[in-house]
């Protein structure tokens, strides 16, 4: 007992040491980017309102689409900032988009250079009062608001299949303008200049260049610098395991390991009453890997699995939170 309790560690006290310093260090930046994630998030109105006063929507209003957006599993749908499922849209890209072609459309057509830069202005200028809490948007931006609700009414109240949703996914006209309120806010947010930056409050994010949304310096260094360190700190480490045995292993690894035959091994009772979990366990297994299988498919036909319907039993936005379709 005592040659066994004091033989020496697979690896050395000084591997440990740097291991438990590299996780302290990680789990410091991530709390500090935490931090600024809420200190720094974009805030959200408690009106917004168009150029004459009228209201258009609240924050109730952009936390309920929130919920709703969620309710219906959306986010294993599409995404919001780029997070979620890729199979539909990206409502913040959408939303931006198809807003920014009305608006320029409202103000004379994409021909028109005026048209053009006023659509990038109203985009870009951030009329948000942090005293009042209330955000005005322009006329156009609200005309479009108004069309892009008949839009996702629309989209998501089609009694068909064909978008990969359930029939029907969302008819209620309430809903409907709440969850038109969360992407308009979203798209806000990624489009209107932070309050004495030259970004938006996503760092531009997502590209847009009918609003004169581009990725920031900013963005590409940090981004450029990532990699490097990723990279450069793999190579580093993989060198340094490499060159110093006093990092790696101790050769404990050379010890001879020898087996029983199988005929030799008696079951115990244990072991045999663990059949039955074995058995329920595979057919578990099975079942989510055909649910995964069938998510995968919608990939390549939204309304129809080899002739079948399937959305109208197990929509897209079901089979995606299968574990097996991550």
Same mark, same amino acid.
């Given at each position: 007992?005592?040659?066994?309790?004091?033989?020496?560690?697979?690896?050395?006290?000084?591997?440990?040491? /740097?291991?438990?310093?590299?996780?302290?260090?990680?789990?410091?930046?991530?709390?500090?980017?935490?931090?600024? #994630?809420? #200190?720094?998030?974009?805030?959200?109105?408690?009106?917004?309102?168009?150029?004459?006063?009228?209201?258009?929507?609240?924050?109730?209003?952009?936390?309920?689409?929130?919920?709703?957006?969620?309710?219906?599993?959306?986010?294993?749908?599409?995404?919001?900032?780029?997070?979620?499922?890729?199979?539909?849209?990206?409502?913040?890209?959408?939303?931006?988009?198809?807003?920014?072609?009305?608006?320029?459309?409202?103000?004379?057509?994409?021909?028109?250079?005026?048209?053009?830069?006023?659509?990038?202005?109203?985009?870009?200028?951030?009329?948000?009062?942090?005293?009042?809490?209330?955000?005005?948007? &322009?006329?156009?931006?609200?005309?479009?608001?108004? =069309?892009?609700?008949?839009?996702?009414?629309?989209?998501?109240?089609?009694?068909?299949?064909?978008?990969?949703?359930?029939?029907?996914?969302?008819?209620?006209?309430?809903?409907?303008?709440?969850? #038109?309120?969360?992407?308009?806010?979203? %798209?806000?947010?990624?489009?209107?200049?932070?309050?004495?930056?030259?970004?938006?409050?996503?760092?531009?994010?997502?590209?847009? &260049?009918?609003?004169?949304?581009?990725?920031?310096?900013?963005?590409?260094?940090?981004?450029?610098?990532?990699?490097?360190?990723?990279?450069?700190?793999?190579?580093?480490?993989?060198?340094?395991?490499?060159?110093?045995?006093?990092?790696?292993?101790?050769?404990?690894?050379?010890?001879?390991? &020898?087996? =029983?035959?199988?005929?030799?091994?008696?079951?115990?009772? %244990?072991?045999?009453?663990? %059949?039955?979990?074995?058995?329920?366990?595979?057919?578990?297994?099975?079942?989510?890997?055909?649910?995964?299988?069938?998510?995968?498919?919608?990939?390549?036909?939204?309304?129809?699995?080899?002739?079948?319907?399937?959305?109208?039993?197990?929509?897209?936005?079901?089979? /995606?939170?299968?574990?097996?379709?991550?």
């Amino acid at each position: 007992m005592n040659e066994s309790s004091n033989q020496p560690l697979l690896i050395s006290k000084g591997w440990i040491q /740097a291991v438990a310093l590299v996780m302290l260090f990680g789990f410091f930046v991530m709390g500090l980017l935490a931090y600024y #994630t809420y #200190t720094d998030e974009p805030p959200i109105p408690f009106q917004v309102v168009d150029a004459s006063g009228k209201g258009l929507f609240t924050g109730p209003d952009i936390i309920a689409g929130q919920e709703i957006f969620l309710k219906n599993g959306l986010m294993e749908y599409g995404s919001i900032f780029g997070h979620g499922a890729w199979l539909g849209p990206d409502y913040t890209a959408d939303y931006l988009h198809r807003a920014a072609e009305l608006t320029t459309t409202y103000y004379g057509g994409s021909a028109s250079d005026a048209a053009r830069q006023q659509t990038i202005s109203d985009f870009k200028t951030n009329r948000y009062d942090a005293a009042t809490g209330v955000l005005t948007i &322009s006329a156009a931006q609200a005309d479009a608001f108004e =069309r892009m609700t008949a839009y996702y009414a629309d989209f998501f109240g089609t009694p068909t299949t064909k978008f990969g949703l359930r029939p029907k996914a969302i008819t209620d006209p309430e809903q409907i303008r709440q969850l #038109t309120a969360f992407f308009s806010w979203s %798209a806000w947010a990624g489009s209107a200049l932070r309050p004495h930056k030259n970004y938006s409050y996503t760092n531009n994010w997502p590209p847009e &260049s009918l609003v004169g949304n581009s990725a920031s310096a900013d963005t590409m260094l940090w981004s450029v610098l990532s990699l490097i360190a990723l990279l450069g700190g793999i190579g580093l480490l993989l060198a340094a395991f490499g060159r110093w045995n006093f990092l790696g292993w101790h050769g404990r690894e050379e010890q001879r390991i &020898s087996f =029983r035959p199988p005929d030799e091994v008696m079951l115990t009772p %244990a072991q045999r009453s663990c %059949a039955w979990f074995f058995l329920v366990m595979a057919v578990l297994f099975l079942m989510q890997t055909l649910l995964g299988g069938a998510g995968e498919h919608y990939r390549a036909e939204l309304s129809n699995f080899f002739g079948f319907d399937l959305a109208r039993v197990l929509p897209n936005t079901t089979t /995606a939170s299968a574990p097996s379709n991550r």
